[in-house]
Structure formats: structure tokens, C-alpha cells
């Protein structure tokens, strides 16, 4: 018997590999995310301002209503600067 175990390594390619697979799945997961956040030119400070625009409204229904229409006239201003 063997008084001190050791672990075997994996080979050299097999680290390099799972490495470089880790390497892209973390890209991709960071630009899927990325896009998200930015879907048909929506920035994320834009629905923020516009969120905080309408904290006025005590309804939920009116409150989305207002965002969507402060969403709508940004998106037509930036289709129309264009």
C-alpha cells in the first residue's frame, strides 16, 4: 500500500481544451446578456428615464402606459435623427 495517495493530472490538452471552452462559453453568455439590454436600439438608460418619468402614476396599468408611450417617442427620435 500506498501511504501517501496522489492525484493524477489530466493531460496538458485537456486542460488547454476545457480552458479555451470556458473561454468562449463566458463570451457568449457576456454578448447574450449584452444584447438583451440593448434589443431593437433600446438602451437601458432610456427605460430607466422613462421609468422614472412616470413614478407619478399610482396604477400599474397607467404607469406602463406612460413608459410605452415615453419609449415610443424616444425610438422615433432616434429614427428620425437619422
Given amino acids: 500500500m500506498n501511504p501517501r495517495p ?28 449584452t444584447e438583451l439590454f440593448t434589443c431593437d436600439g ?9 421609468e422614472r418619468a412616470c413614478t407619478g402614476y399610482s396604477f400599474w396599468s397607467e404607469r406602463q402606459a406612460c413608459v410605452q408611450s415615453l419609449l415610443a417617442a424616444s425610438y422615433h427620435h432616434q429614427i428620425a435623427s437619422r
Fill in 42 to 50: 433600446l438602451v437601458l438608460w432610456t427605460a430607466g428615464i422613462a
Fill in 6 to 33: 496522489t492525484l493524477t493530472r489530466p493531460p496538458i490538452g485537456a486542460a488547454i481544451a476545457a480552458v479555451a471552452l470556458s473561454i468562449v462559453v463566458t463570451t457568449l453568455l457576456l454578448v447574450g446578456v
